[in-house]
T-cell receptor, first 113, second 112 residues
Framework: GENVEQHPSTLSVQEGDSAVIKCTYSDSASNYFPWYKQELGKRPQLIIDIRSNVGEKKDQRIAVTLNKTAKHFSLHITETQPEDSAVYFC????????????FGQGTRLTINP | NAGVTQTPKFQVLKTGQSMTLQCAQDMNHNSMYWYRQDPGMGLRLIYYSASEGTTDKGEVPNGYNVSRLNKREFSLRLESAAPSQTSVYFC???????????FGPGTRLTVT
């Protein structure tokens, strides 16, 4: 089955700097890679996703890159703001079939003013 | 349109007690999921239901049972609660060939 590894587990950056979170997956059949943001005491919410036929996707200050050959994908947040502080999860699944989403362990991002 | 709802929000059980966590979605989604979230462990899949009438085990099914009552509702039952089941439980749903998995607000369960 699919296994997703996420690094780092904690990340602290100065406001305005960039943050990068990296994930690797094991199942080459996975073709959909979402990123979720979870604020304290809240439910996870989708912030950006990428399909395997695309190498990069950007939405304002956040971007995701995918290297299918290496089975790596990364989340990039630029010009970080205090409201970016949260736990971020990567995930992987096949977009067809049973659609089981396998999550990474999470990264606690802290933005220091 | 309430999305995914879960009841109860909080629950405290004694070891050995049983309870059922309820989940419902009003988005006509086919697939529904139960996850547990422990500190530092991310979200781990307990059981899922790809469509009405089917259920399958996920990564951590031991100690749990599920029922897909109809297309809207997917319940999770703990027959004999143990302290190791102390966790936050999230229900989620997705439409067929959909992308975004929608999560419920979660149930915080403590087993003493």
């Amino acid at each position: 089955g699919e296994n997703v590894e996420q690094h780092p587990s904690t990340l602290s950056v100065q406001e305005g700097d960039s943050a990068v979170i990296k994930c690797t997956y094991s199942d080459s059949a996975s073709n959909y890679f979402p990123w979720y943001k979870q604020e304290l005491g809240k439910r996870p919410q989708l912030i950006i996703d990428i399909r395997s036929n695309v190498g990069e996707k950007k939405d304002q200050r956040i971007a995701v890159t995918l290297n299918k050959t290496a089975k790596h994908f990364s989340l990039h947040i630029t010009e970080t703001q205090p409201e970016d502080s949260a736990v971020y999860f990567c995930a992987a699944r096949m977009i067809q079939g049973a659609q089981k989403l396998v999550f990474g362990q999470g990264t606690r991002l802290t933005i220091n003013p | 349109n309430a999305g995914v709802t879960q009841t109860p929000k909080f629950q405290v059980l004694k070891t050995g007690q049983s309870m059922t966590l309820q989940c419902a979605q009003d988005m006509n989604h086919n697939s529904m999921y139960w996850y547990r979230q422990d500190p530092g462990m991310g979200l781990r899949l307990i059981y899922y239901s790809a469509s009405e009438g089917t259920t399958d085990k996920g990564e951590v099914p031991n100690g749990y049972n599920v029922s897909r009552l109809n297309k809207r509702e997917f319940s999770l039952r703990l027959e004999s609660a143990a302290p190791s089941q102390t966790s936050v439980y999230f229900c989620a749903s997705i439409r067929t060939s959909g992308r975004e998995q929608y999560f419920g607000p979660g149930t915080r369960l403590t087993v003493t």
